[in-house]
């Protein structure tokens, strides 16, 4: 009888155990910088160390998980000198600045295993859609004209999660954002690197 309670003890043990140590939540605070492309680049060409990214993601899968997530990057620029306008030219000082705050659900794939026991690496790639607030200002003396706009975009990333201590991680990633024309505004493009500290439950 002893030996037959022993077995099924290890049994219930060995069956409970992934379901403890599996991920059922990870979330993702990370530090984001930013290089503007495209028509941002003309627009501003400075790269961004104003940026964040607040990430929650819910496994359904051991390599595959769906999260929302919140982002925020600042580009700005400073220029002076003289420009052309279509009547002429003007001299003077310059600001550009462009807010990017994407709201987006993201989707990712895993290449290994994601349980909170494994030392190992996992790298991953995912893509998010979803929309972006974009503010932009530009400054010329004592002029100002500003526009706030929202737009529809896309952001495909790749990265990998590197276990640390306990259920702690961190997050390496890179990913391109595109937000489409709206209206007057945009298209709007960027490259981010990310750098991130991750909990999982």
Request: hydrophobic share 40%; charged share 15%; glycine share 10%.
């Amino acid at each position: 009888m002893r030996p037959l309670v022993a077995i099924l003890l290890l049994a219930v043990l060995v069956t409970a155990a992934p379901a403890q140590l599996a991920r059922d939540y990870t979330g993702v605070l990370s530090y984001n910088i930013g290089m503007p492309t495209g028509d941002t680049n003309e627009f501003i060409s400075n790269s961004s160390f104003r940026g964040m990214e607040i990430e929650g993601r819910r496994f359904i899968q051991p390599n595959l998980s769906w999260s929302l997530s919140w982002q925020w990057n600042t580009f700005n620029e400073a220029t002076s000198g003289t420009f052309k306008i279509p009547n002429g030219d003007i001299t003077g000082n310059q600001h550009r600045v462009l807010y990017s705050w994407p709201f987006l659900a993201k989707v990712h794939y895993y290449f290994g295993e994601t349980s909170m026991t494994n030392k190992n690496a996992v790298p991953f790639v995912g893509l998010g859609a979803g929309t972006y607030w974009i503010r932009e200002s530009f400054e010329f003396g004592i002029l100002a004209v500003e526009e706030t706009s929202w737009h529809f975009g896309f952001s495909p990333e790749a990265g990998v999660l590197i276990p640390t201590v306990g259920a702690n991680d961190i997050v390496l990633s890179a990913g391109y954002h595109h937000a489409f024309e709206s209206g007057d505004s945009g298209p709007h493009s960027y490259w981010t690197v990310k750098l991130g500290i991750a909990y999982s439950s």
